[in-house]
């Protein structure tokens, strides 16, 4: 399709016109941010005439599509992005270096997207991004946190949440619909009427806000489509009172504007009191109702006979945030569209899929029946004749189990009456997956083996994968060129053909060529972190790096007592520095505002990088970095220059991981356990490529009904203990014995997540890894064997497993 911008000339006449009619400044007087927003604009207006087309052929096809609920989308910065999918990239460098621009600082000056935390926001954009490659109609829908998750920054090593005011410069990727705004309700009562000889609910809320859509482009790669993401911003319905402003109550005046507004203000509010749960639930309900609202008033066409609803839309459930969009459906058909109870609970079954991101019982969702009653009470009404109705049918297949019924309830007793969300979303769900193969496994046999067996067929898995768009052919430009110079550039779209790789795994030429990217990959990341944080990552280092959200069963307490074992043994003189391998330990971890226990594990590996760090003993041999605030945008350069991937939580406790994925496809060997889809990544790589250490899952089980005891573990191995009593003695806190009292405990007399048990064989796994180092030749081998074999983790393969089993939504073209 072409456009002006298709030349360089006519992308220089459409820059100049954004520059100075846009932004209402001369290039001679603009700032970087004006050019910025003038180039993003100008890329815009070329992926527009592919959105309205791509929207035009899917109102006439009316073919099925997928809706993906997703309370988070990490999405990374768009430019880059938006320039490899319309492969305008030279052009665009070419007309800017006319006006005396480097595209560079264009692409620097962009703030990511704030709309998301860690593993489950990414992998939403990723699925997006795969979607509209493989021309499958998709409508992406999310809230539009002004201020995101939070900006990470440290004061005395502890962590502090900054607001991340990602949209205070502009934000030129956005459409914002205020006309196509949805009225969301909240609180009030029920009531039953006669309608024409059927008793019937309805509704009656007591306040609402104002959902107003902001739109956002998800073009395919190089292919003419471009779909949809859609998120929602709270506003009052009835923002602003003249009368009391007059009177000279200026707070009062907009008080109902602050409240609606909370509601899009962050993601994840901290939900340790009352109000903070409240305020989740509201995000959750939200969102989904006005996303529902929308699909069914204004994406289908008018007159649709909702009784074909499965055949236009499935609607997936990206974790148990979205599931309250069951009872809503619900809602509407049977009290809005006057629909049969059973003709519409047999529509919503069709037209609902889960997906399960979680083995831990304490991350699946539960919501109070207090809290549900006063906020939807309606809702509550139908999740309760849901329940009837489920167990019903459960006594009918088992009898009067009372045991088996309690544990499948919708609706748990204890410790308080409380909605279980999983279960609401197994029952009214089409199909259920989880995101690995172990996962999923476990999902049937541990998490929900009573629903397993009362819906055969019903679960499923589908390994979670990462668009290599983003996180090879942008993130790693070096090692892109140098894989399209062996076998082209068709790997872009088909991650599988990386397997003809593996013969350049035995060529001395392309191991050099590889290694050089390596270091290449390293330099770059060194100048980011020297400008972003004044720290450096020496040439000569293995990049040892663990980049994930901070939680204890993600077990960034292992990689930190091993750090602090290998600086007691070196500063000890028990180990010659000159023997060490040199490394730059990388972590890089956000812990949730109310983790208590998250935030004092952040502030030792703090703790331990200044004394480290700072000791002569160990200069130069090894170095802990903490780059705060990671994200995307860090992720894109921290990847690519990685030797070493840490996945190395308690087997059996993640549910799959993608950053594993990422640092195999960018040429990292991972240090790991057998969990999540690390245990796929192994018996893909080989044995031989991978350091597995750790426990299996039976043999956690095993110990857990033992009766785990931590401290006999310290008892018994002296290197942990003298690890764990250096800690103890206050060598990283100043001497101050108290410090870090609450992690020692922890560990000794609590560990949850068995760190102590696994100690051992983790160190004997970084003594293979020091050994394999050191002959780079063969660690240059495992790492393109890595990469060559790692083309099964595309979101691409992901996605057609979903169509395949799941949504059954053929492409469009």
Known sequence: MGSPASSVDGFVREFLRELNFGQGVALTGSEVNDQYLALARTVRHY??????????????????????????YLLGR???????????????????AQCGIDLADLRAQEVEPGLGNGGLGRLAACFIDSLATMSVPCIGYGIRYEYGIFRQTFVDGRQVEQPDSWLALGAPWEFPHPEAAQTVHFGGRTETYDDEGVERSRWIPAWNVQAVPYNYMVPGYQNGRVNTLRLWRAVATDAFDL??????????????????ENISKVLYPEDSTPQGKELRLQQQYFFVAASIANFLDDVLPEGFDLARLPERIIFQLNDTHPVIAVPELMRVLVDERKMDWDDAWAITQKCF???CHTLLPEALEVWPVALLGKLLPRHLEIIYRI???????????????????????????????????AYLATVAGAKVNGVAELHSQLLRDKVLPDFDEFYPGKFTNVTNGITPRRFVRLANPALSELITDAVGVGWITDLERLRELEPFAEDEDFRLRFREVKAHNKRRLNGVLQQRDGLSVGDDHMLDVMVKRLHEYKRQLLKVLHIVTLYDRISTGELDPADVTPRTFVFGAKAAPGYKMAKEIIHLINAVGTVVNADPKVQ?????????????????????AA?????????GKEASGTGNMKFALNGALTIGTDDGANVEIRQLVGDEH??????????????????????????????LRRAIDLISSGAFSGGDKTTFEPVVANLLYEDRFMVLADYASYLEAQEKVDAAYADQEAWTRSAILNVARSGYFSSDRSMRDYIDRIWHTPPTF
């Not at 009177?247 to 602050?258: C, F, I, L, N």
């Not at 167990?391 to 409380?418: K, N, Q, T, Y």
């Open 643 to 651: 030797d070493l991937s840490e996945q190395i939580s308690l087997a």
């Open 690 to 719: 991978f350091f597995l250490f750790g426990m299996l899952e039976p043999e956690v089980e095993a110990l857990a009904a033992k009766g785990y005891v931590p401290s006999s573990f310290y008892e018994a191995d002296p290197n």
């Open 387 to 421: 329940n009837d109705e489920f167990l019903e049918a459960v006594r009918e297949r088992f009898g009067d189990d009372e045991l088996r019924i309690r544990r499948m309830s919708i609706i748990a007793e204890h410790p308080e009456r409380a909605v279980r969300m």
């Open 620 to 640: 130069d041999r090894i170095n802990v970095l903490f780059p705060p605030n990671y994200n995307v945008t860090l992720a894109e350069k921290l990847i690519p």
């Open 243 to 260: 009368r009391i402003f007059n009177s000279g109550d200026y707070e009062e005046a907009v008080r109902a504007q602050t409240f609606a």
């Open 353 to 355: 899929a889960y997906t």
């Open 47 to 72: 992926l527009m005439a592919r959105w309205l087309e791509t929207l035009r052929r899917q109102a006439d096809t009316q073919s099925k599509g997928v809706a993906y609920l997703s309370a988070e």
């Open 78 to 96: 768009q430019l880059n992005n938006a320039l490899l999918a319309t492969g305008l990239t030279d052009i665009v460098k070419q007309g800017l």
